[in-house]
């Protein structure tokens, strides 16, 4: 051992201790390894002066002649039970958080109690010679006296144990508790933590979330339910409108087709009969976009089949107006046509069916007409890298051919029927005039194929390559240094 530690051991301790505080606060915590290794080396160096100087923490303190040494050894003995109580709690931190991740953090600190518990008692009996048995009776009175009276507080403590045992929930589950719905940001001893879909912050106990009904949305991990439910007239047919509101789950491409979404009767009463639509997606995130589309395609393939929500205005279009009269009222496009030229497009509009499977428009075909979708589920097919994909899915209202119509270009996608589906269809030769007059018309359905020719470039068109960087740093993280 160098001869200035051997003859300053007490002051070079003392500097080993405010090296570690130094150092454990200067290292970044994403390097939680090399704090560990040096706090392991510190706590080595340290004992190792301890013991050289013959200060061993098994033993009272030396220099019993000597007050002012006698107190100080004493100091540093008792400081190395409480050094090694710390250093054993952190090494088990690192172990639990490689197995058992965030929700370990409270049987951690648990542990870390009891360890610095133990360490205290032992540095009372060997370094201080107190009679353990006394000491250990008149803690166990005071802990009855303390239990008594952080009785709700032990419960939320004992509560959170078990909630940390048997593991209802995570860190970042989304989870309702007894009603409160939101995400576990944090679970400590004596509540858990929620943020809710509002962005605010709720604080539930652990002793009533140990005893609440508890409902866990992210168990299993790689699905999560949704319902919307609907009230339809109660003159519409049930299996009109049940195959109305299948075809919009086939239309909603972010809902899963395992488990299968399904739609069931709830409730019918003398104003209108309830529907729900219930189904699965894989993602928390996803679920509020799904349910508003889910819902939208619902009502477009409900309308499309005759069928009104309670909450619409029924009966808008006369039960004398043809099919692809009352379709050109739904159109979004064409909705801004005078009456007579909804007159005169709905006579120059024929019926078309195709079957699922068919194809209703192919990939380099150049279309001199112009499809509306009545009803049913078109399905859009792309090409990456020699392979298709479905990149989409269309519905009632939408239009198919715009390239054609507009600007004599082939269609970017294939275009084909994935249920049994009716569509109208209109010739350029009336369309045409339609657009040369009416420039709204015309720059609606410029818009419509400009979109979705930036839609198609996006999905087709390779990601852009990211450069690994090089360098000694990376080489470092590379090897996990």
Request: charge should be neutral; charged fraction near 20%.
């Amino acid at each position: 051992m160098p001869s200035f530690i051997a003859d300053h051991p007490m002051l070079c301790a003392v500097a080993l201790i405010l090296i570690d505080i130094a150092v454990w606060r200067l290292i970044s915590p994403n390097l939680a390894n090399w704090k560990l290794a040096a706090r392991l080396v510190i706590f080595a160096v340290f004992s190792a002066v301890l013991f050289n100087d013959g200060m061993n923490p098994m033993q009272a303190a030396p220099y019993a002649d000597d007050t002012t040494l006698h107190l100080a050894a004493t100091a540093l003995q008792i400081g190395w039970w409480l050094f090694a109580a710390r250093t054993l709690t952190v090494l088990l931190g690192a172990v639990m958080m490689q197995r058992v991740g965030h929700t370990g953090r409270l049987l951690q600190d648990l542990l870390g109690a009891v360890i610095f518990l133990i360490a205290i008692i032992a540095a009372m009996a060997y370094v201080l010679d107190l009679p353990v048995k006394g000491v250990l009776a008149t803690s166990g009175a005071v802990a009855i006296i303390v239990g008594l009276a952080l009785q709700s507080t032990l419960s939320d403590v004992f509560s959170g144990i078990v909630l940390n045992t048997t593991k209802p929930y995570q860190i970042d589950d989304w989870i309702s508790i007894d009603g409160t719905e939101g995400r576990v940001t944090d679970i400590d001893w004596r509540a858990t933590r929620l943020q809710t879909s509002q962005g605010s912050l709720a604080v539930i106990p652990n002793s009533l979330a140990a005893k609440a009904k508890i409902i866990n949305f992210s168990r299993p991990a790689d699905m999560f339910g949704l319902a919307v439910s609907l009230q339809v007239s109660p003159h519409a047919r049930p299996q009109t409108v049940i195959e109305a509101l299948e075809r919009a789950m086939q239309g909603c491409r972010p809902l899963l087709a395992q488990p299968a979404p399904s739609v069931a009767f709830k409730a019918s009463t003398g104003s209108g009969v309830e529907y729900e639509i219930s189904g699965f997606v894989p993602a928390m995130g996803l679920k509020r976009e799904t349910r508003n589309q889910l819902y939208d395609l619902a009502y477009r393939h409900l309308q499309a089949a005759g069928v009104g929500l309670l909450s619409a205005t029924e009966g808008s279009t006369p039960p004398a107006v043809s099919g692809a009269r009352a379709l050109l009222e739904r159109s979004s496009i064409f909705s801004t046509l005078r009456q007579d030229e909804k007159d005169t497009f709905s006579q120059n509009m024929t019926l078309h069916t195709y079957r699922a499977g068919e194809m209703i428009l192919a990939a380099g075909e150049v279309s001199d007409h112009l499809f509306i979708i009545e009803s049913g589920v078109v399905s859009v097919l792309l090409i990456k890298d020699g392979h298709k994909f479905e990149a989409g899915r269309m519905g009632p209202g939408e239009v198919i051919g715009e390239s054609g119509i507009l600007s004599d270009q082939a269609a970017l996608a294939d275009f084909s029927a994935k249920t049994y589906c009716t569509l109208y269809r209109i010739e350029n030769e009336y369309l045409k005039p339609c657009l040369d007059a009416r420039h709204d018309i015309g720059e609606a359905m410029k818009a419509l194929l400009d979109f979705r020719r930036h839609a198609a470039q996006a999905l087709t068109e390779d990601a852009p390559v990211v450069p690994v960087k090089k360098g000694f740093i990376q080489w470092l993280r590379n090897r996990g240094l």
